[in-house]
């Protein structure tokens, strides 16, 4: 049994992307157009979208938006080298999460391998794009099927960040184990670490889990091992950004001490993720590159400095949780166990 939210983060319709503006939440629900490749780039870099998957398939809106304007090249060998270098260009709009990389290389494939004149390639690249974005709902279902059953009766999940629909087209990937296990026992709870600098669990997980009824206390950062010293904390699960071929995990800042606390108080902590969020490319996560953010982001609260002028600021977006510290990967295909070396090999050659 699945939970259905009405959220849908992002979709293609009529020829442009369509999104929810993720950085007025939760003050504003409001959806904006971005009808160019460029103005995709921003969306993206400026987090009006965010969350890996979601990036992803903005990615491959972004691609589409790229080939419209490029349609009256003088040949389909120029658009299409024109085209693979703004697919190109796009990846970089943002550098930790791999779903980016991995749906415009998606669109990359298509560019290079396609027969088709160039009206023919952008309705092949349209296509991928939808296509990407309809699996990308149903994958969040598996996951959350597959998650649910290991959500204990009544228990309290704490996330960090936001691994929700607002992260993924819909339904989400940790959330979306929240909505499932929900869908089957609605005495479950969840506890959401505010998350900063830039608050997602604050500003984004409570409005959803609000919006879809489900019950949320809010926490800040620093209070996970108190909650889960007094045994108020059942288990832990998470998004991902980046997971390399040994298991070792990137996510939001923040989620590699929730991870510590977890192991020193033996409470299993998991990673939802698709595979398309997997990069075997890498051998761990020391090859992850970790997105350096802006440093208002930290002296700054609803445009307020918050401390004293010209101090140090330093602002990592993401770090790595060690394998040894996740108790299962949450998958799409099933949940991989360690050894990850080899249960990731096998989720990809099944
Ligand atoms: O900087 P953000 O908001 O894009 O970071 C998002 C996260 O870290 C999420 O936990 C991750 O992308 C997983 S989303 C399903």
Same mark, same amino acid.
């Given at each position: 049994?699945?939970?259905?939210?009405?959220?849908?983060?992002?979709?293609?319709?009529?020829?442009?992307?369509?999104?929810?503006?993720?950085?007025?939440?939760?003050?504003?629900?409001?959806?904006?157009?971005?009808?160019?490749?460029?103005?995709?780039?921003?969306?993206?870099?400026?987090?009006?979208?965010?969350?890996?998957?979601?990036? @992803?398939?903005?990615? !491959?809106? =972004? *691609? /589409?938006?790229? #080939?419209? $304007?490029?349609?009256?090249?003088?040949? %389909?060998?120029?658009?299409?080298?024109?085209?693979?270098?703004?697919?190109?260009?796009?990846?970089?709009?943002?550098?930790?999460?791999?779903?980016?990389?991995?749906?415009?290389?998606?669109?990359?494939?298509?560019?290079?391998?396609?027969?088709?004149?160039?009206?023919?390639?952008?309705?092949?690249?349209?296509?991928?794009?939808?296509?990407?974005?309809?699996?990308?709902?149903?994958?969040?279902?598996?996951?959350?099927?597959?998650?649910?059953?290991?959500?204990?009766?009544?228990?309290?999940?704490?996330?960090?960040?936001?691994?929700?629909?607002?992260?993924?087209? @819909?339904?989400?990937? !940790?959330? =979306? *184990? /929240?909505?499932? #296990?929900? $869908?089957?026992?609605?005495?479950?709870? %969840?506890?959401?670490?505010?998350?900063?600098?830039?608050?997602?669990?604050?500003?984004?997980?409570?409005?959803?889990?609000?919006?879809?009824?489900?019950?949320?206390?809010?926490?800040?950062?620093?209070?996970?091992?108190?909650?889960?010293?007094?045994?108020?904390?059942?288990?832990?699960?998470?998004?991902?950004?980046?997971?390399?071929?040994?298991?070792?995990?990137?996510?939001?800042?923040?989620?590699?001490?929730?991870?510590?606390?977890?192991?020193?108080?033996?409470?299993?902590?998991?990673?939802?993720?698709?595979?398309?969020?997997?990069?075997?490319?890498?051998?761990?996560?020391?090859?992850?590159?970790?997105?350096?953010?802006?440093?208002?982001?930290?002296?700054?609260?609803?445009?307020?400095?918050?401390?004293?002028?010209?101090?140090?600021?330093?602002?990592?977006?993401?770090?790595?949780?060690?394998?040894?510290?996740?108790?299962?990967?949450?998958?799409?295909?099933?949940?991989?166990?360690?050894?990850?070396?080899?249960?990731?090999?096998?989720?990809?050659?099944?």
């Amino acid at each position: 049994m699945t939970f259905e939210s009405k959220i849908k983060t992002i979709e293609w319709v009529d020829g442009y992307s369509r999104m929810v503006d993720q950085t007025v939440i939760p003050y504003e629900y409001k959806f904006i157009n971005v009808t160019s490749g460029d103005d995709m780039y921003n969306a993206i870099k400026t987090m009006i979208v965010r969350g890996a998957p979601a990036i @992803g398939i903005a990615g !491959a809106h =972004g *691609v /589409v938006l790229y #080939a419209q $304007a490029l349609e009256h090249s003088s040949s %389909v060998e120029e658009f299409k080298a024109k085209l693979i270098e703004k697919a190109q260009y796009m990846k970089t709009s943002r550098p930790t999460a791999v779903n980016l990389m991995w749906a415009c290389e998606k669109q990359i494939e298509i560019i290079k391998n396609s027969n088709s004149d160039i009206k023919g390639i952008i309705e092949e690249l349209t296509e991928n794009a939808i296509k990407l974005e309809n699996e990308d709902i149903e994958i969040n279902k598996k996951i959350g099927e597959y998650g649910s059953e290991v959500v204990p009766k009544g228990a309290t999940i704490l996330t960090h960040c936001n691994a929700g629909a607002l992260a993924t087209v @819909g339904y989400g990937t !940790a959330l =979306g *184990v /929240v909505r499932s #296990a929900y $869908a089957k026992d609605n005495t479950i709870q %969840v506890f959401a670490d505010e998350t900063r600098p830039r608050q997602q669990g604050a500003r984004i997980t409570t409005f959803e889990l609000t919006m879809d009824k489900i019950p949320v206390t809010l926490i800040t950062d620093g209070m996970c091992s108190y909650f889960m010293k007094k045994g108020m904390i059942d288990m832990v699960v998470v998004g991902a950004d980046r997971i390399a071929a040994n298991g070792d995990t990137a996510n939001k800042i923040g989620t590699y001490t929730v991870a510590i606390a977890a192991k020193y108080h033996n409470i299993p902590f998991y990673i939802a993720a698709p595979l398309s969020t997997i990069d075997t490319s890498i051998k761990t996560g020391a090859e992850i590159p970790i997105e350096e953010r802006s440093h208002e982001e930290v002296t700054h609260i609803n445009g307020k400095r918050i401390c004293a002028e010209g101090v140090n600021i330093i602002n990592p977006g993401f770090d790595v949780t060690p394998n040894e510290l996740i108790a299962g990967i949450i998958t799409e295909k099933g949940i991989l166990r360690p050894n990850y070396n080899q249960s990731i090999a096998e989720a990809f050659n099944n």
